[in-house]
């Protein structure tokens, strides 16, 4: 049981890390689009 608890944590731990590395991506693409857009 422990060691389901311990995955569970390490899935949901990756999943943070991925979605605000993503997140990050996102945004500093959307920053770079617009640069050149308005420039």
Do not use: C, H, P, Q
């Amino acid at each position: 049981k422990e060691e389901t608890i311990r995955l569970s944590i390490i899935v949901v731990s990756i999943s943070v890390v991925i979605g605000l590395f993503l997140g990050v991506i996102d945004l500093a693409f959307s920053r770079i689009i617009a640069f050149f857009i308005y420039n």
